[in-house]
C-alpha cells in the first residue's frame, strides 16, 4: 500500500558528501515522521535522523553536525545531506515513513536500502 524509493547511495572517499532522496507514494493519508536508518552486516539497524510533519529533527549523536535531514512535504520527499563522511558511515541506508492510510489506520514502512561505502 506504500512504496518507497531511494536514490542516491554510491561510493565516496572520506571527508566527501552525499545525499540520499527517498519518496512515498500509495495510498497515504498523511505522513507524520520520516527519517532514516543505517546497518552494517552482523549489527543492528539504528536510526540515524528523524524529522516530524512541524520540521522537528533529531539525529544520533554520531552523526550530529554532519548530516542534515529534510523534508519536502508537497513531494512526500525526505533527504539526507551527509557531508563530512566517515569510514564509519558505511552501511546500507534506508528510509522509514510512518503516518495514517486512514483515520483509524497507521503505517510505517522502510525503504529496500542504498548502500553507501566510504573508501579511498
Known amino acids: 500500500q506504500v512504496q518507497l524509493v531511494e536514490s542516491g547511495g554510491g561510493m565516496v572517499q572520506p571527508g566527501g558528501s552525499l545525499r540520499l532522496a527517498c519518496t512515498a507514494s500509495?495510498?497515504?493519508?498523511?505522513?507524520?515522521?520520516m527519517g532514516w536508518g543505517r546497518q552494517v552486516p552482523g549489527k543492528q539497524r539504528e536510526l540515524v535522523a528523524l524529522i516530524s510533519s512541524g520540521d522537528s529533527t533529531n539525529y544520533v549523536d554520531s552523526v550530529k553536525g554532519r548530516f542534515t535531514i529534510s523534508r519536502d512535504t508537497a513531494k512526500n520527499t525526505v533527504y539526507l545531506q551527509m557531508n563530512s563522511l566517515k569510514r564509519e558511515d558505511t552501511a546500507v541506508y534506508y528510509c522509514?515513513?510512518?503516518?495514517?492510510?486512514?483515520?483509524?489506520?497507521?503505517?510505517?514502512?522502510w525503504g529496500q536500502g542504498t548502500q553507501v561505502t566510504v573508501s579511498s
Open positions: 500509495g495510498s497515504i493519508l498523511s505522513i507524520e515522521i
Open positions: 522509514n515513513v510512518r503516518g495514517r492510510l486512514s483515520s483509524i489506520s497507521k503505517f510505517e514502512s
